[in-house]
C-alpha cells in the first residue's frame, strides 16, 4: 500500500457526555489554518453517524481529508472532570485504541494528536522529515507557565519521567514499530506495570504506557533529546476556562492553583495549547470552526 | 473591603497578569528562534551567528555544530547560514521588543491582555 508522505492522525470516540467529534474538528481545522502540512485524518468509530448528522459531506470534506471507520474501543475509562474549579463530573474516555496507531495511520510520517489540542502557530511545521523516527514531550506547563502537579512530571515521587501522548510524532520505521508494539503489550500488563512502576490510579494512561515503553526503548535510562523543536506542551489545566477565542489567540481565564479564587486573564497568542477543560472547549467549538474555516489553506502533504 | 485594600488586590492582579504575559513573550520568541536551514532544525542565538561569522573570518571551510537533538551537524554554506540565522534572529528580537514595549505602556489588565 502506498502511504500518503505526512499528515496528522486524530482519534475520536464520541460519549454521552463528551462530542470527541466535534473537538476533532476544531483541532483539524486549527491545523488546516496555521500549518504548510495539513493533511488530516480523522479516526472514528459508528460516531461519524454523529458528524454526518452535523455537516453535509462537502463541509466534512474541507475538515477531514481522510475518515478511517474502526471498532469502537473496548475499554471505556471513567474519568473525572472538571469545569472550573467549582464543577466536577464524571465522564466515559474510550482512549483504548491509541497504541494501534502505528498499524493504523496511512502517513509515512505521521503527528498524532489529541482531538482537545488546538494548533494556533507553526512550530509543528519544523517536524517533518526529522533525523529522529519518534518524538514526544516530557515537559508540559500550564497557562502561568508553572510546571504541572509532581505527579504529571514522574510517575511517582522516585519514578521514571512522563512523557505526554497529547503529541506524537513518528515514521514509518523499525523502532516507531518497536515502541507502539511494547505499549499494546503495556497495555494488556497493564496491573504489573503499575506495581513495577508504582504510577498511581487504575484507569489506562496512555502517557503512562508510552513513558515506560519510552524508559524500556532508551535502555532503562531518562532521556530527553527526542522532544519536539517545541518541547514545552503548553496545558489549559480542567479548571481553567475559556472567556473568547480568535484565529490566532485565546483568552483564558485561568486560576491559581493554590488558590482557586485567584483568577487572572492571558491571552495566548500563536501558541499551541492543550485545552484540558473539554467542556470550556466544546462551549467554543462552534465559534472556532467558523474562524478557523475562514483561514483554512489548501491541503498539502508534502507529496509532489 | 477598605479602598486602600481594593486598590492594592487591583494592582496585584494587574502586576501577576502583567508577568504572565512577559513571561509568554519570552516563550514566544524562544518558538521564533527555531528554525529551519538546510532541513536542520537548529535554535538560533547570538552564540552560534558569531560563532559561524568567526569561522567566516578565520576561513573555515566548514563547521560542525549541534542541532535540536544534540546531533553533530556539518556545515558548508556558513555564509548562507550566518544571513539566514541573522534575519531569524533579528525577526524574533524586534517583534519581542515591539511586544515588550506595548507591554510596558500598558497600565491596566485589559491593556496587558490586549
New interface residues.
Given amino acids: 500500500m502506498k502511504h500518503i508522505k505526512r499528515g496528522f492522525l486524530l482519534l475520536a470516540f464520541n460519549s454521552n457526555e463528551m462530542d470527541y467529534i466535534k473537538m476533532a474538528c476544531c483541532c483539524a481545522l486549527s491545523i488546516k489554518s496555521h500549518l504548510k502540512y495539513n493533511h488530516v485524518s480523522l479516526v472514528t468509530d459508528n460516531s461519524i453517524t454523529w458528524l454526518e448528522k452535523l455537516m453535509s459531506i462537502d463541509e466534512i470534506k474541507k475538515i477531514f481529508d481522510e475518515i478511517i471507520i474502526i471498532d469502537s474501543p473496548k475499554d471505556q475509562n471513567i474519568r473525572v472532570h472538571y469545569d472550573s474549579p467549582w464543577t466536577k463530573f464524571q465522564a466515559p474516555f474510550l482512549n483504548g485504541n491509541r497504541s494501534n496507531v502505528y498499524e493504523i495511520s496511512p502517513y509515512e510520517e505521521t503527528i498524532l494528536l489529541d482531538v482537545d489540542y488546538l494548533v494556533m502557530?507553526n512550530?509543528l511545521d519544523?517536524v517533518w522529515?526529522?533525523?529522529?523516527d519518534f518524538l514526544i514531550n516530557q515537559n508540559a506547563v500550564n497557562?502561568?507557565?508553572e510546571k504541572f502537579h509532581s505527579k504529571e512530571i514522574r510517575l511517582s515521587e522516585d519514578g521514571i519521567p512522563m512523557y505526554w501522548a497529547t503529541l506524537i510524532y513518528f515514521k514509518k520505521s523499525e523502532l516507531s514499530k518497536l515502541i507502539f508494539d511494547l505499549t499494546i503489550f503495556i497495555k494488556e500488563n497493564y496491573l504489573f506495570y503499575k506495581h513495577l512502576y508504582k504510577f498511581p490510579g487504575s484507569i489506562f494512561r496512555n502517557d503512562y504506557a508510552f513513558s515506560i515503553a519510552m524508559h524500556i526503548i532508551n535502555g532503562f535510562n531518562e532521556d530527553d533529546?527526542?522532544s519536539f523543536?517545541?518541547p514545552?506542551i503548553?496545558t489549559m489545566d480542567q479548571k481553567d476556562d475559556i472567556v473568547e477565542v480568535g484565529n490566532d489567540n485565546i483568552?483564558f481565564l485561568?486560576h491559581d492553583t493554590k488558590e482557586a479564587w485567584v483568577n487572572?486573564?492571558?491571552?495566548?497568542?500563536?501558541?499551541d495549547v492543550h485545552i484540558m477543560n473539554k467542556r470550556a472547549f466544546l462551549r467554543h467549538s462552534d465559534e472556532l470552526i467558523k474562524l478557523f474555516l475562514e483561514n483554512r489553506k489548501e491541503t498539502n502533504s508534502g507529496d509532489e | 473591603m477598605d479602598e486602600k485594600l481594593e486598590k492594592a488586590l487591583e494592582f496585584s492582579n494587574y502586576q501577576n497578569t502583567l508577568r504572565i504575559q512577559k513571561e509568554n513573550l519570552k516563550l514566544r520568541l524562544d518558538h521564533m528562534l527555531i528554525t529551519r536551514i538546510e532541513n536542520v532544525v537548529i535554535k538560533c542565538d547570538m552564540e552560534l551567528i558569531n560563532f559561524l561569522q568567526t569561522c567566516i573570518i578565520n576561513k573555515c571551510e566548514y563547521a560542525i555544530i549541534l542541532d535540536t537533538h544534540k546531533n553533530p551537524i556539518k556545515i558548508n554554506k556558513l555564509d548562507v547560514w550566518v544571513s539566514t540565522l541573522l534575519n531569524v534572529y533579528n525577526t524574533a528580537y524586534n517583534e519581542y521588543f515591539d511586544k515588550y514595549e506595548e507591554l510596558k505602556k500598558a497600565r491596566n489588565v485589559k491593556k496587558v491582555i490586549s
Fill in positions: 502557530g512550530m519544523l522529515d526529522n533525523t529522529e497557562l502561568r507557565n533529546t527526542t523543536p517545541n514545552i503548553r483568552l485561568s487572572n486573564l492571558i491571552n495566548l497568542k500563536n501558541t
